[in-house]
């Protein structure tokens, strides 16, 4: 089956915004650990 | 006996005497053209650096056209020439040559071909562009407020969905109108990579058209803006949210845990995510002794390419590393 230019538009977009939002999770609890780990090293 | 003598003299004004019609016309109309970019440039109007040397440069390629001599016309043509075939070009780049030993032939005439062949042909432009924007940027928004930042870069990305459909629709093939599509949301050397991959044929109008319209948008954005948005909504102030501190090591992590999966993601685009990441880590916030040392820092990065595991897993290596190491 030959997919429209708007199918393939709208699924690159759609994987574009579904990667964009697991790397922006991605980065918010990369940011939380390293936060964690520089607290705990400010403790000792 | 004069004429002839004077047209071979000057052969800018021979070409264009020569040429049709159409051509002469569309030849003078774009020096006019890049004169009025410089100008506009330089009063500020449009992008003064990316106009002025873009104004000159179309002034300059459209006037220094001279007939070929009978080898460099058919190295740049790639097909058989009759003898007397009186070819125009100019001595400034030839994008379209393929075969190696007419490239190898053009690289020595043209003067703007190594630079095309060794930086645009082969992406090494678009790492260059990255380790830019690299050392530009400051993650530190990115970090504090991820999930608001991605979807600006969305927002940011829908010029090139929107246009992709559009362009196939208007007539274009699907790799063409991919290329013609990028212009909607990428910088100028990611615009034409793309179209050297995808749509070589119009690498040249996607070229122009690209920059020009980088140009014009800046002088145009603000009344694009005040067309496009009421004056109730554009009095609106932004609300200042407290700034979250980021750290150079939250940073430094960010960019190495980013450039791995990133690499680990794209394959393809693998070049371009440690030059990124690499000028981050170059950046003046995190105090690492070799950050001055541009120079030293290549070569890092030139031995740690070359500690790939194909290479390193041979015997040989071991017994290197022992040697070092005794």
Redesign the interface.
Known sequence: MKESALQIALFVYGMTAVISMAVALLIRILYVVVRAMGRRKGQR | MSSDLFLHLFQGVDTLLNAEPVLMVTRIGLMLLGMLLVYLGRKGILEPLLMIPMGLGMAAVNAGVLFLDPTTAQAVTETTLQAGTKVPGTLFVAPLVQETSNLMYVLQIDFLQPIYTFAFSNGLIACLVFMGIGVLLDVGY??AR??L??VL??FG??GT??T??V???LGLN?GD?ASVAMVGCADGPMVLFTSLMLSKELFVPITVVAYLYLGLTYGGYPYLIRFLIPARLRAIRPVQKKAIPI?S??KL??AV?ACT?LCLLFAVAAPSSPSFSGSQCARPGLNISWRSSTVHCCMARLSSSACCSGCFARPQRFSILRCCCC
């Open positions: 990115l970090l991820p999930f930042s991605m870069a969305l990305e829908l969905i929107v992709f459909p362009a196939h629709w699907l109108a750290t090591s939250e992590a960010f845990v999966v």
